[in-house]
């Protein structure tokens, strides 16, 4: 292997290391967030950790265009080696859980958005009938009709 082969495959390994780091810890904090959803209903706390969790596409839209670019630059028979292969296969792997726990999450708030909407769905008929018996500027208990 020449000298600068010896520098592709050691970059490549390098950069793989750290994209299947960072692809676990989104993985784990994926999971963290899922189970945190179905446990709970959305709150404050649990939107800003959703809002935080949506940067993680950027991140990994990134990661695809660095493998792009690697890939392109690099020696095709640097690709082809058995062990970097096998590397190629886990970040694969890795991205399809992270896609897959995503799916997953949006799964979760989909139906959570769902039931909330439903919730105030049966909220608003009964805002609009009290505010019938109570037109503003009265007091309540001038305008309710007990006989309802």
């Not at 292997?1 to 299947?20: G, P």
């Not at 890939?71 to 190629?88: A, C, F, T, V, Y």
């Not at 909330?116 to 309540?140: A, D, I």
């Amino acid at each position: 292997m020449s000298s600068a082969n010896r520098n592709q495959s050691q970059n490549f390994i390098y950069w793989s290391q750290r994209q299947q780091a960072w692809l676990k810890s989104q993985i784990k904090s994926a999971e963290h967030l899922k189970s945190s959803l179905e446990k709970n209903n959305i709150d404050e706390e649990l939107e800003k950790e959703i809002k935080k969790h949506q940067k993680q596409t950027e991140q990994l839209n990134v990661l695809i265009q660095e493998y792009d670019i690697l890939r392109k630059e690099m020696s095709p028979d640097i690709l082809r080696e058995q062990h970097n292969q096998e590397i190629i296969q886990i970040i694969k792997e890795l991205i399809q859980t992270l896609i897959k726990i995503n799916e997953e999450i949006y799964q979760i708030v989909l139906k959570q958005k769902e039931n909330l909407q439903k919730e105030m769905g049966n909220f608003f008929p009964l805002k609009n009938r009290f505010e019938k018996y109570n037109p503003q500027g009265k007091n309540v208990s001038e305008n309710v009709d007990y006989d309802v």
